[in-house]
């Protein structure tokens, strides 16, 4: 036969599920979406269609929910956790297992104001509105042995409207871009970070407050570089994270930069001192790195954006 | 000639303008989309092709950008107001302008905090984070006589957990439907609210607060209703902005009711005390309606989702 | 009470139904998007929340993939004109009802030809291939004795290279923009045309032919118009199609002006004559008109892109 | 420093540059969205902010339109290398050079039959309707001496509305799913292949050729295949490729699995008979594979929708 199979997978994308947990009148939600691709001994479903190693893809969606009842959702990590073990624990033929989550995040409404009408008003604690500001993400992997574990965030977008600039590039003969020495720098940052949390020995980290430390560790090192380059920002937000959160070796950052034109306001007699700018769509700037703790391997894929 | 022109109207849409206004080292963020719509005599331009009454969409675009400078951006509807009234009363041709503006809302990154490696950190006001929640609306009308001012809002997720029921509803051959007693209800809120100001001898309203007000009692009305279905949910936001805002006459609402079911456990040996859900994308319920201040005409157009 | 319900509506928005059927080994395809609307006798749902007198949601999503069974999917209009008829006569409180569809059209995967590999290949006639241009629609609406049919399209994106000009408009303060004597016309057209079928009495057209040379007539028109504005080839557009069709009484478009600006190449030595186009995304010029057959009222709402 | 810099690359992306090539009155278009990555010599930057060998984005982007006029864009893949050869070849701090294409496509608007009223209509050779099915890709990746051109598609929607079957299976506690014996399937593929070309001194494939001819080899495989496993049919639509296709060493399938759910017509009295069907939209199952030509290596990375 002149062609084989290589790498494959397969399994239930997006189950959207959503948890409530009642602690009396006070209601917490986890609102995810998780994906499941399993791989393994699948050789005969592809060159026969013999379906006798295959745990459908519906299965595998039930298993999401009913793993929401029986584990809870403590946090997108840990349920992925649980989900992966028990795929590659479960089921000879399947060797490995990778689980993709994206997690929508909720604040409460508040309603213990003057202005508020309700009759014998307390504090309503089941109503929520969705914060809408980044997705974050986790992936987990699991091989029966090690784990890998790389979250991160999509669509948090930022902006500082001054301590950024532009010059001291390569000219060449396609060159008309003019210096810039006060500019706005804006981005929607994609970034995906890995711990070294990989075995089941060793100390699990606290999943929440990571995320909430790094996502803010990134926040703050965007704020506070004075920047003379997209690539410097990105670099100096990534150094900051490794150097504040222990358990995180690598991270890569996919940054669109999301360019504000100063408008030209010299054909109406006005003068724009920084103040009026175009938010262009495309084309943007793309600049994408990894930042690596010294000695650690890099293994977050470089594509974020594909093909 | 057997045919005629009807109703025709033009302009640039979605001119994305950020106004930045210093006050020393700290800066405050406009971010608008602004649509221009222009109608009048123009019979010409569709019969022949003669565009001698026709201002360009570009000199349109223009005009937003410079505005945003010779006015400032003190709200969206205060701006709108001021193209509306250049577009009507400085072309002869031009009986009736019609701005749209959706507004991005941002908040400060916030850098203050003991983490902070910043050398010298002071807190950074330069620096902001898109809110990514809701959309902020608002459409200004002139006729060169009388203002309409139509503002709201899109894209704001809630969800109550509890308090929501569904039943006594009519049964026919194709009904296949469960009663429900204890449900999540969950709506992605779209919104529109018409002012009583429509003449520049009244009191201009506090748009920014008007809004912020405006949400505020939509949001609570949500949280604390007690609800036997999506319209009697919908009446209370509208009625609770009617009572608690004056300046306001008219509310409409597009309501998608967002379906979260119940998933069935028990072929798992599990029960699903009200505790996992699939959030479901299409069908959804779609619940619309139009609440007015007792005596006021209806003009918001009833259609907000299009054929 | 200070407020009053308006306008309401409600019903199951976007059910996406597929209908097969088979001619022996021969199979066709209907695939459509059906969103249902009902008023009527509502009041008392919002008010207080009794559902006495509404049919759920549900139901009206069942009785779409039922009546697929069991009338069938002839066209888009006929299969909407059974729903609104049923919501209307069989239930009491409902006065009127909406049906709203959205059409995918699919074509046949060939695989008559030399190269096929297939075992005794004759022509498959159970495989399609999404066509994926524009999407079909139809609104139907019918209040217990007159029905209004608005059919249309969106999203057919066109170009003439060349036949297009702009100049001789007005120049104020704020005009930049050159004259151009020779340009890109691009737009993505968005069209409704009105029946004037409107009473089960008349002849019924065929909405399969009719909508099948509306859009012939219409893309003919944009081709042949040499254009001074996009103005004036809308009212060709639609002109051509009054002149056309006689079963169509109104036409309204919504044309988005897709900008493709000519490259300034100079800075390179190089010379661009009318060949390197950027294609921009926002602002866009939007250009919006009814065309209406002498002696016809308007009625189409003029609002196609929403605030 | 106990931080790092990995792997990192930038340029502009998302140049949408339209070509017009006049041939007489005939003319022809190309239109594509072109997106430039560069990596070479930069820890500078990222370390110091240090533009010395940064060439601008803006300068990539003028590139892009600057070599559509002065080489023309005979195919996606041939203004690809043009541009990779160019950006390692001229700057001696870039090493590497990734451009990645979408091209869209167009076909004629017809005007030459009789119900054209153009007068001494010949048939317009200016004026065009965007096809509106797949998104054609390339990637073109060249490091000063070895070339990796990866072409593809995304986007193409495929039914199949008989010869499918689902059963024999894995069934554990958590399988509720039913056999199948006669369903739909039906995909939306994205698809990537690898040519064996990689080096100036062999023949350079025909590339529209080469697209035109594995679009119809998948297609047929697709439309030819009775599956019994949607992982069967990709295999199929692989090794169809591999096998007729002699420049093309390696082909990347995802698809995921559109499902069309038989709807349940029982309690309203009606047998569905493989008639009506629901089509859901998630969750989906996503079926990933490699096809490879025996002996060659798997160089596509395996992840096409990213965490």
């Not at 990134?218 to 959160?245: C, D, K, P, V």
Request: hydrophobic share 35%; charged share 25%; net charge negative.
């Amino acid at each position: 036969m002149p062609t084989i199979l290589g790498q494959n997978q397969y399994g239930k994308a997006e189950n959207r599920v959503v948890k409530i947990t009642r602690d009396g009148a006070t209601h917490h939600i986890k609102d995810l979406n998780v994906s499941v691709a399993l791989s393994g001994d699948m050789d005969e479903v592809h060159y026969s269609g013999s379906n006798a190693n295959v745990l459908p893809t519906d299965t595998t969606k039930n298993t999401v929910f009913a793993f929401a009842k029986e584990y809870g959702i403590e946090s997108a990590e840990q349920f992925g956790i649980h989900l992966a073990r028990h795929f590659v624990t479960s089921q000879e033929p399947i060797h490995q297992a990778r689980i993709r989550i994206e997690e929508y995040s909720w604040e409460r409404i508040e309603t213990s104001d003057a202005n508020s009408k309700f009759i014998g008003a307390d504090e309503v604690k089941h109503s929520f509105v969705r914060k809408g500001q980044e997705t974050r993400l986790t992936q987990i992997t699991y091989d029966g042995e090690k784990w890998e574990v790389v979250s991160g965030l999509k669509d948090l977008v930022v902006m500082n409207s001054t301590n950024s600039e532009f010059w001291g590039y390569v000219k060449d003969k396609y060159t008309t871009l003019q210096e810039a020495y006060d500019r706005i720098l804006a981005t929607q940052v994609s970034s995906r970070w890995r711990f070294n949390w990989t075995d089941d020995e060793q100390k699990m980290p606290n999943w929440e407050k990571s995320y909430e430390q790094t996502r803010k560790h990134m926040l703050q090192a965007f704020a506070e570089t004075y920047s003379l380059s997209l690539q410097q920002t990105l670099y100096q937000m990534g150094a900051r994270i490794i150097n504040n959160r222990s358990e995180i070796d690598e991270v890569r950052f996919s940054l669109p930069n999301k360019h504000h034109f100063l408008v030209d306001l010299e054909p109406f007699g006005l003068k724009n001192d920084n103040e009026v700018y175009f938010a262009a769509d495309r084309p943007y700037g793309l600049i994408e790195a990894t930042i690596l703790r010294d000695g650690c391997e890099a293994r977050i894929p470089v594509d974020m954006t594909n093909l």
